[in-house]
């Protein structure tokens, strides 16, 4: 263990993170009633520019009277780079005190917009006395962004997690897709020949180095890493392929564009019976191996180790988690 400990952020259930326009009422108080375990309450690119005004008295009235009990509530507040995001913030803070969790910030490309948006909400939570600090989610979804990953991750205590924004990466990087954070059919490899002069496609995960970037980077800095949208919600199965790639890197959820996408999530990012029971018993064997002075032992004919304790505590932990939610 490096002598640098990684202190870890507030501990949230992130399996799901359901966003919602905040240009939609309806919308809202369906979400209020999910099963989602965060939710974001959009003003950003879900609202057309002549709706951020409405949208974000939406969003007030929707903090002060939905029951949001049981989950995260979250909004996501427009880019620095408008001028929307300053009024933003405030309002969202002064006139619903105390009833957010978390802000989302997109596109961040810099430490210094961390800075920036630390240095507001810790402003207005001053002025209104709210106790509560909220939560920073911060949504690497630019060329910049994915380059100042690490920085960005490290610069602010509010940090909770990382999000990767699959579409305006894309946009941000010119890559070339086809469905929001599906795969594209160009990105393959192409087998050698076989005997018969047969040629295999192997398709190819185009969003793997990011994801997996963001996830070091998140982990780095005791974040959540979490993977963004996928916009087929026709396409269960495409959303879960996309979901089990991203979960195997280390993230621990994924957006929901749709209601429809929230029990997908949920189920997909909650380890199984058959995980939780492998887990104790990994931690039973070494408990035994501890008292018998070992480091390593057997188990079903595989080698377990010290380092098999962590992964091991860590989805009991999780699966502690869900049950008090539940
Ligand atoms: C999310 O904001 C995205 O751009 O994918
Ligand atoms: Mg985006």
């Not at 210094?112 to 507001?120: E, G, T």
């Not at 800095?221 to 199965?237: E, T």
């Amino acid at each position: 263990m490096s002598f640098h400990i990684v202190e870890q952020c507030t501990a949230r259930l992130n399996r799901t993170e359901f966003a919602v326009p905040g240009s939609n009422p309806k919308f809202l108080e369906k979400a209020a009633a999910s099963n989602a375990d965060v939710v974001f309450l959009d003003l950003e690119d879900a609202v057309a520019p002549d709706d951020k005004v409405q949208a974000r008295k939406n969003v007030v009235e929707a903090l002060n009277d939905l029951d949001w009990s049981g989950k995260a509530i979250s909004v996501r507040i427009n880019g620095l780079d408008t001028h929307f995001m300053y009024q933003d913030v405030i309002d969202i803070i002064e006139k619903a005190p105390g009833k957010l969790d978390l802000i989302m910030i997109p596109k961040v490309g810099t430490v210094s917009d961390v800075y920036a948006l630390d240095m507001l909400v810790s402003q207005v939570e001053m002025a209104c006395g709210v106790e509560k600090k909220i939560g920073f989610e911060l949504i690497i979804e630019t060329a910049l962004g994915m380059a100042n990953v690490n920085e960005i991750a490290a610069a602010s205590p509010r940090n909770e997690s990382l999000h990767f924004g699959v579409a305006d990466y894309a946009a941000s990087t010119k890559a070339r897709t086809t469905v929001i954070g599906g795969p594209n059919p160009m990105y393959h490899v192409l087998t050698d020949a076989d005997d018969a002069g047969n040629r295999d496609v192997h398709w190819g995960d185009m969003w793997h180095y990011a994801v997996a970037r963001m996830v070091v980077a998140a982990r780095a800095n005791g974040l959540r890493p979490i993977d963004g949208p996928f916009g087929d919600f026709s396409d269960p199965d495409g959303y879960m392929a996309q979901a089990n790639r991203s979960s195997v890197l280390g993230c621990e959820g994924k957006w929901a564009i749709h209601p429809s996408q929230i029990d997908l999530a949920n189920g997909l990012f909650t380890p199984s019976e058959k995980e939780v029971t492998q887990a104790k018993r990994i931690l039973e064997a070494m408990e035994q191996a501890a008292k018998d002075g070992l480091g390593a032992v057997s188990l079903d004919g595989r080698l377990i180790d010290i380092a098999s304790i962590k992964q091991a505590e860590n989805l009991v932990g999780k699966a502690e988690q869900i049950a008090s939610r539940a």
